[in-house]
């Protein structure tokens, strides 16, 4: 059975930083890309960043130069390390395992879903 264990939300003032983890048991990181995505109550789902299986990141614009995915494929995790935080990056934060299709697009497996950490960037 796959499970996926986010951890590393909480509270931080406006220009903090937090590492968001997300550790995937079932043998199965290494063959995955793995994307970051965040949601806010109101609105879409929106992918933050995500990493092909050999290494290879993308970011959306609004958080380019201040949040960085990385994986270590020996410890089946994947990270967010978000510095510079704004209270717009206010969300809960979910990991996901999917693939990347020809056009570069990451694409989510369903399901394939951590459970969520919230992140809150608050005075």
């Known amino acids: 059975q796959v499970q996926f264990v986010e951890s590393g939300g909480g509270l931080v003032q406006p220009g903090g930083s937090l590492r968001l983890s997300c550790t995937v048991s079932?043998?199965?990181?290494?063959?995955?890309?793995m994307g970051w995505y965040r949601r806010t109550p109101g609105k879409q789902r929106e992918l933050v960043a995500d990493i092909t299986s050999g290494g290879s990141t993308k970011h959306v614009d609004s958080v380019k130069g201040r949040f960085t995915i990385s994986r270590d494929n020996a410890k089946n995790t994947v990270y967010l390390q978000m510095n510079s935080l704004k209270p717009e990056d206010t969300a809960v934060y979910y990991c996901?395992?999917?693939?990347?299709?020809?056009?570069?697009?990451?694409?989510?497996?369903?399901?394939?879903w951590g459970q969520g950490t919230r992140v809150t960037v608050s005075l």
């Open positions: 079932g043998n199965i990181f290494s063959s995955y890309a």
């Open positions: 996901n395992a999917g693939s990347i299709s020809n056009s570069g697009t990451y694409i989510p497996r369903d399901d394939y």
